[in-house]
């Protein structure tokens, strides 16, 4: 499974990551419209023959191969394997597809992921900790003009979810977003923390 899959034209992935053939995923996830995110999403559904989860009508513009788009909407399902991917809501923009997501992707054995998507801080976060109980959450830093700066991130965590593990992400690509520096000293004090990097692994 990928996760909005910025690749070849990000500045942090390493080069032996750029090479596109190598990933043959049985899903694409989508959270919103923006280059940065759908990236090479539809290069690699084309050629692994991947579906793609993401807004109905965005997935409509995208020409993705006849059968590939599974289009929801918050409070969607799709089942993929023993994997559930849970649509919820986010506050951002998309266009063209009319509204950003986030994902809640739980397993079989219970346990799931928050992928926050480019979301601001927002109060339907007590309900997706209600419904979903995330134990690990991707979390969107990055602050700037277009999106949550690392100290609403760190707030976001503390006042509506209980993570064993918190990724930070979408900082320190380019100039306009916090730093690495910034994103570990605001969100220093989270439980369960832990900075990654393009081609690292880890298991939880």
């Known amino acids: 499974m990928l996760l909005d899959p910025f690749i070849k034209n990000d500045p942090k992935t390493p080069a032996k990551f750029k090479d596109l053939s190598q990933y043959k995923p049985a899903t694409i996830l989508l959270t919103h419209a ?22 109905f009508d965005h997935l409509k513009s995208l020409g993705l191969p006849k059968g590939a788009a599974m289009g929801g909407d918050p409070g969607g399902k ?28 739980e397993f079989a054995d219970g346990r799931s992921i928050y992928d926050t998507g480019d979301t601001w801080i927002f109060g339907d976060m007590s309900l997706i900790q209600e419904i979903h109980s995330p134990n690990i959450i991707l979390l969107q ?27 930070p992400m979408h900082y320190g690509t380019w100039g306009i977003l916090a730093g690495e520096d910034e994103v570990k000293a605001m969100l220093s004090g989270t439980t369960g923390i832990k900075f990654m990097q393009p081609g690292d692994t880890a298991s939880f």
Do not use: C, E, W
């Open 78 to 105: 799709f089942k993929i394997g023993d994997v559930t991917v849970h649509i919820v809501p986010a506050m951002h923009s998309s266009s063209p597809g009319g509204r950003p997501l986030g994902f809640v992707i």
């Open 141 to 167: 830093t990055g602050g700037g003009p277009y999106n949550q700066d690392p100290k609403t991130a760190a707030l976001a965590i503390r006042k509506y979810f209980k993570p064993d593990v918190v990724i």
């Open 34 to 55: 923006h280059g940065d995110h759908v990236g090479d999403a539809v290069a690699i559904a084309k050629a692994s023959n991947a579906k793609v989860i993401g807004v």
